[in-house]
């Protein structure tokens, strides 16, 4: 019996040292507190002491968090949601932090790019200028691809021939026709915009290299 009476006098006296413990919720300072609810931020503009003790650091520390609470349950407005709970919504920030990373750096023009500056020619929008009227036809057909403006005359059953383009080729000697000769002109054109293409990228990629390295 007198164990059982010890042990309950020891949990009487540790709960009323719990309830001792325990701060109040509200905060005063001499100098008040300013906030930045939308980055979570209390500013403590309390000088501290010239030597602060470890326990005197967690008081201070413990009475800005307490702060920062009270600040955030009294002003923000709260709602509640079905699925997500409690939600307690945040002004914007007003303190303006640094960048985590650093700019990016200015993408090189190709050569098209400088041409058309210089030239003061202006980007089209999507879409734009890719169809073309046909008076003959009364339609808006494509410029290029299925069906387009550049194959004209390729699909004819017969074709109007210039005498001296028709002489060219027939002194090649290897059996072309004017037709498949246009038709040849215009795949190797496309094909050499492919390389002056391929060309600029790999410019560009070396001048990129070249800057990242100085």
Request: proline share 7%; hydrophobic share 25%; aromatic share 4%.
């Amino acid at each position: 019996m007198a164990t059982e009476t010890e042990e309950n006098e020891t949990s009487s006296l540790s709960l009323e040292d719990s309830k001792a413990e325990r701060l109040p919720i509200t905060v005063t300072k001499p100098i008040p507190y300013t906030f930045d609810l939308g980055n979570l931020l209390c500013n403590d503009f309390n000088p501290l002491p010239e030597k602060p003790t470890d326990a005197q650091l967690a008081s201070t520390a413990r009475d800005c968090a307490q702060a920062l609470i009270n600040q955030l349950l009294t002003t923000c407005p709260i709602t509640t949601h079905p699925t997500d709970g409690v939600l307690l919504t945040l002004p914007p920030p007003t303190t303006p932090l640094p960048r985590e990373k650093p700019l990016p750096a200015e993408k090189q023009q190709t050569k098209w790019e400088k041409f058309a500056k210089k030239k003061g020619i202006k980007d089209k929008k999507k879409g734009e200028g890719k169809m073309v009227y046909e008076e003959e036809t009364g339609e808006w057909v494509p410029k290029w691809g299925y069906k387009g403006r550049n194959k004209d005359g390729e699909g004819d059953w017969i074709v109007e021939v210039d005498e001296k383009k028709e002489k060219k080729v027939e002194a090649k000697g290897d059996g072309s026709t004017v037709r498949g000769e246009g038709r040849r002109e215009r795949k190797e054109k496309v094909r050499r915009n492919e390389r002056k293409q391929r060309s600029n990228e790999r410019g560009e990629r070396k001048a990129g290299t070249s800057k990242s390295s100085s």
